[in-house]
């Protein structure tokens, strides 16, 4: 090698950034915190079904029957007794203690119609959460001494075959016999055994208050 030849640099080009390539990086990384912000949001709701849907209370903890599937709340119109029609999908966002009868309104749809309120006033401060409901299932009129003991229900008088369709008894039983209860979200999940007593209100009631704690991270009173 010759001492006086001149020092020969090779210069090579320095590595580009590519401005697309950090913007996709950056969208990427704002896409995974957005998803990250959702999971903690739905966290609570998430949490409380998997507890009360999935992970199930043991079978003689539970006095109802829960409903797998549940049924969601059919697309099924519903006249008031003042005429005003309603869609029972209406009726969503409440917790529904539900009882069915004619309109006659015999001494068991009485003692029902008794239950649900008293069940409804037991649960105290989260009596609002939980909408009383009337599904009258024939053409006969309500009789006018009824009419005091409803105040604050929802009573809707609904066609009987679509009606079978969404809510059923236990086998042997009529629909009329037992108390039903459907979620906020609008699904019929647990049915109170037939031939409900005060002894067997009282049982209720725990179930009652069991899934509103459930629920309590996600539902509030009112619609």
Known sequence: MNKDQPLELTVHTLPRVDGTDVNVKRT???RWQMLLVLL???APV???YLTY???RPQARSVFGTLVDPQRP???LMGVAPDGAASNLRALKGQW?????SGGACDATCQQYLYMQRQLRESLGKEKDRVDRVWLINDDVAIAPALLPALQGAVVLRVPPTELAAWLAPQQGHALAEHLYLVDPMGNWMMRFPAGLDLKGAAKAKRD???VLR???????AGR
Do not use: F, K, M, Q
């Open 208 to 210: 009652i208050e069991r």
């Open 96 to 100: 529904l203690l539900v009882t069915v």
């Open 73 to 75: 709340l059919p697309d």
């Open 46 to 48: 998430v949490a409380s």
């Open 214 to 220: 459930a629920s309590s991270s996600w539902d509030e």
């Open 53 to 55: 849907y999935v992970v």
């Open 40 to 42: 903690i949001c739905a």
């Open 28 to 30: 990427r990384i704002g």
